[in-house]
């Protein structure tokens, strides 16, 4: 069993920060590829950043130079500091990672999903 638990969500102004946290747990031998996804209400779920198990990232281009994506892989943990906010960042937040248990290919996994609502 994988799990990936998700926390840093909440209600925030314009300009401000958050920084959400993803932990995965379980029988994981390897994580490749972890990521922030997110879905605004009548959109559809949108890759925000990736950051790869060598260290390399890359962001959509709304939140570029404002989100920054890191990793803890001791802790197969990964971060998303969320800087100067806008109104439009706001939306449910899922977690990503492409994990790959024992005896098993890849696969990918999800977090619950955590709320980000910015206020003007």
């Known amino acids: 069993q994988v799990q990936l638990v998700e926390s840093g969500g909440g209600l925030v102004q314009a300009g401000g920060s958050l920084r959400l946290s993803c932990a995965a747990s379980g029988s994981i031998v390897s994580i490749a590829e972890m990521g922030w996804y997110r879905q605004a209400p009548g959109k559809q779920r949108e890759l925000v950043a990736v950051i790869t198990s060598g260290g390399t990232s890359d962001y959509t281009d709304s939140v570029k130079g404002r989100f920054t994506i890191s990793r803890d892989y001791a802790n197969y943990t990964v971060y998303l500091q969320m800087n100067s906010l806008k109104p439009e960042d706001t939306a449910v937040y899922y977690c990503?990672?492409?994990?790959?248990?024992?005896?098993?290919?890849?696969?990918?996994?999800w977090g619950q999903g955590t709320q980000v609502t910015v206020s003007s």
């Open positions: 990503q990672a492409r994990i790959r248990k024992r005896w098993q290919a890849f696969n990918d996994y």
